[in-house]
T-cell receptor, first 111, second 112 residues
Framework: EAQVTQNPRYLITVTGKKLTVTCSQN?????MSWYRQDPGLGLRQIYY???????DKGDVPEGYKVSRKEKRNFPLILESPSPNQTSLYFC??????????FGPGTRLTVL | DAKTTQPNSMESNEEEPVHLPCNHS???????IHWYRQLPSQGPEYVIH???SNVNNRMASLAIAEDRKSSTLILHRATLRDAAVYYC?????????????FGKGTLLTVNP
């Protein structure tokens, strides 16, 4: 089944403790991206990647890192999480400018 | 960045058609118009996309203005399951900017 998976689905952590949210797709998509969703602010893009080793900033990249070492994986790294990064995170992938497939979301709480 | 403008909310009655508008006056020739929707407590899902011509699929229709500066998503017979936030975005198929801006979308309420 074609899908985008994210892990973990739920995470509660403390300020400053490094964490990684994984994203994986099985559709051989070139484009992958991360979004955060906060009440009243809609979906905002954090980072995106056009292909292996090619990444670029979205609208809200501060406090996040990404890597794209393999085509199928696009992890989101929070080196020193802060409470303002408490949010619902979505990963998505697509072929170039084709339709986006979204993951199920990761709800992150930073205390 | 190519941005879109949508009404914050719209209301419809069940089994009636719904026309959701989107303005994108700065669209470029290589931008596709995409629509997604997000049901409560779920991730966004693809609805439809197009470049210049009107498009139909099993979920909806997309009407694109001749100058491409606006588009309309048409749900032919709204059901309660269509209540969601609908997002209109532009996706570049050329150039160097592949950043995506979703905005807040349009919250569609469907009345029984």
């Amino acid at each position: 089944e074609a899908q985008v998976t994210q892990n973990p689905r739920y995470l509660i952590t403390v300020t400053g403790k490094k964490l990684t949210v994984t994203c994986s797709q099985n559709m051989n998509h070139e484009y992958m991206s991360w979004y955060r969703q906060d009440p009243g602010l809609g979906l905002r893009q954090i980072y995106y990647s056009m292909n292996v080793e090619v990444t670029d900033k979205g609208d809200v990249p501060e406090g996040y890192k990404v890597s794209r070492k393999e085509k199928r994986n696009f992890p989101l790294i929070l080196e020193s999480p802060s409470p303002n990064q408490t949010s619902l995170y979505f990963c998505a992938s697509s072929l170039w400018s084709g339709k986006l497939f979204f993951g199920p979301g990761t709800r992150l709480t930073v205390l | 960045d190519a941005k879109t403008t949508q009404p914050n909310s719209m209301e419809s009655n069940e089994e009636e058609p719904v026309h959701l508008p989107c303005n994108h006056s700065t669209i470029s020739g290589t931008d596709y118009i995409h629509w997604y929707r997000q049901l409560p407590s779920q991730g966004p899902e693809y609805v439809i996309h197009g470049l210049t011509s009107n498009v139909n699929n099993r979920m909806a229709s997309l009407a694109i203005a001749e100058d491409r500066k606006s588009s309309t998503l048409i749900l032919h017979r709204a059901t309660l399951r269509d209540a969601a936030v609908y997002y209109c975005i532009l996706r570049s198929s050329g150039g160097s900017n592949y950043k995506l801006t979703f905005g807040k979308g349009t919250l569609l309420t469907v009345n029984p």
